[in-house]
C-alpha cells in the first residue's frame, strides 16, 4: 500500500472517530483501529498526530467554502442579499448534515489554544476561516458590481463571528427556525457595508 493510500484512510478513519466520539477520543490508536491498519502504518504515513489534524482542519475549511461558494453561485440568486443569504444557508446545511464534524472542530480549536506547542494550529485555523470568508465576499462584489465600505479583511471577521455563532446556536438547540431567523440579520449585518460600485 502506498504512502497515499495510508494517508487517505487513516484520514478518512480519523475523521470518522473525530466526528462520532470527540476530539478526546482521538488517539493515534484508535485511528489505527478504525482503519484496521498497525500503528506503525500510522507512523509511516504521518510524522506526527499534529500534521494529521492540520489536514482536517484545512479538508473541513474547503468544504465549508465549497458550500458557501455553491449558495453563492446559485443561478437563482439575482442581487447580493440573495447570494449572501444563500451562501449562509448552505453553510447551515452543511452543519446539519454532519454535526459531528462541527462539534470536533470547536474542540480542536480549544484543544490547541491550551497547548502551547498547538496554539499556531488554532491560529492558522481562523487565518484559513477568515481568508475563505474574505473570498466569498469577493465574489459578492465582483459577481455584482458592488463595494465593500470597510475591509473586506474586518467583514471576513465578521462572517466566521457569526457562522461561529450560529454553529454553537444551531448545535445546542437544532432549532432550524432560529437558525434561518439568524441567516436573516447576519445578511442584513453584512448589505449595511455594501454600497454600488
Known amino acids: 500500500m502506498s504512502v497515499t493510500e495510508r494517508r487517505e484512510l487513516l484520514f478518512a478513519a480519523a475523521v470518522r472517530v473525530l466526528e462520532r466520539d470527540g476530539l478526546a477520543a482521538l488517539s493515534t490508536r484508535a485511528i489505527v ?6 500503528l506503525a502504518s500510522f507512523h509511516y504515513a504521518y510524522e506526527t ?14 468544504g465549508e467554502l465549497s458550500a458557501g461558494l455553491a449558495g453563492l453561485g446559485d443561478a437563482a440568486a439575482r442581487t ?3 447570494a449572501i443569504h444563500g451562501a449562509l444557508t ?9 454535526p459531528g464534524r462541527e462539534q470536533g472542530m470547536f474542540e480542536l480549536t480549544q484543544h490547541a489554544l491550551r497547548r502551547p506547542t498547538m496554539t499556531a494550529l488554532a491560529a492558522d485555523q481562523y487565518a484559513k476561516y477568515h481568508a475563505a470568508a474574505a473570498e466569498l465576499l469577493d465574489h459578492v462584489a465582483k459577481r455584482f458590481e458592488v463595494t465593500w465600505s470597510v475591509p473586506t479583511a474586518d467583514l471576513a471577521r465578521l462572517v466566521i463571528a457569526m457562522t461561529d455563532g450560529l454553529t454553537l446556536a444551531w448545535l445546542t438547540s437544532r432549532d432550524d427556525e432560529a437558525a434561518a431567523r439568524l441567516i436573516t440579520l447576519t ?5 449595511a457595508h455594501l454600497e454600488d460600485s
Open 90 to 98: 448552505s453553510y447551515l446545511e452543511l452543519v446539519r448534515a454532519d
Open 80 to 82: 447580493p442579499r440573495e
Open 49 to 62: 498526530h499534529e500534521q494529521l489534524l492540520v489536514e482536517i482542519i484545512a479538508a473541513t475549511i474547503d
Open 187 to 191: 445578511t442584513d449585518a453584512l448589505l
Open 33 to 38: 483501529a478504525e482503519a484496521e491498519m498497525s
